[in-house]
């Protein structure tokens, strides 16, 4: 697959079972419901070329200069992988992880 082919698909999250829409100008890769994400980037965010797909638990929240990123940990493989936040994202959970 090309480097600069974007792949954003909706899909059913492995982790709390939420149906998940794709978002504009960017690639979701986690569930705005819980934050759970699967680990199928490889190293260019939206090119799904990870052989991993496990889940990625989000561990942490870290302050962008655009805004926020969700820090996922691979719970099989323990990559760390940053992810911008999205909209429509659960602000709660985000509270959760950021404390």
């Given at each position: 697959?090309?480097?600069?082919?974007?792949?954003?698909?909706?899909?059913?999250?492995?982790?709390?079972?939420?149906?998940?829409?794709?978002?504009?100008?960017?690639?979701?890769?986690?569930?705005?419901?819980?934050?759970?994400?699967?680990?199928?980037?490889?190293?260019?965010?939206?090119?799904?070329?990870?052989?991993?797909?496990?889940?990625?638990?989000?561990?942490?929240?870290?302050?962008?200069?655009k805004?926020?990123?969700?820090?996922?940990?691979?719970?099989k493989?323990?990559?760390?992988?940053?992810?911008?936040?999205?909209?429509?994202?659960?602000?709660?959970?985000?509270?959760?992880?950021?404390?």
């Open positions: 697959m090309s480097k600069s082919r974007k792949i954003n698909d909706g899909f059913l999250c492995l982790y709390c079972g939420a149906k998940v829409s794709p978002v504009e100008k960017t690639c979701r890769n986690h569930c705005p419901e819980c934050l759970y994400s699967l680990h199928v980037d490889g190293d260019t965010p939206g090119d799904r070329e990870s052989s991993c797909h496990s889940l990625m638990e989000p561990i942490r929240v870290e302050k962008t200069g805004g926020y990123s969700i820090i996922h940990r691979c719970m493989c323990k990559k760390i992988h940053k992810n911008k936040t999205a909209e429509d994202d659960c602000w709660e959970k985000i509270i959760e992880i950021s404390v």
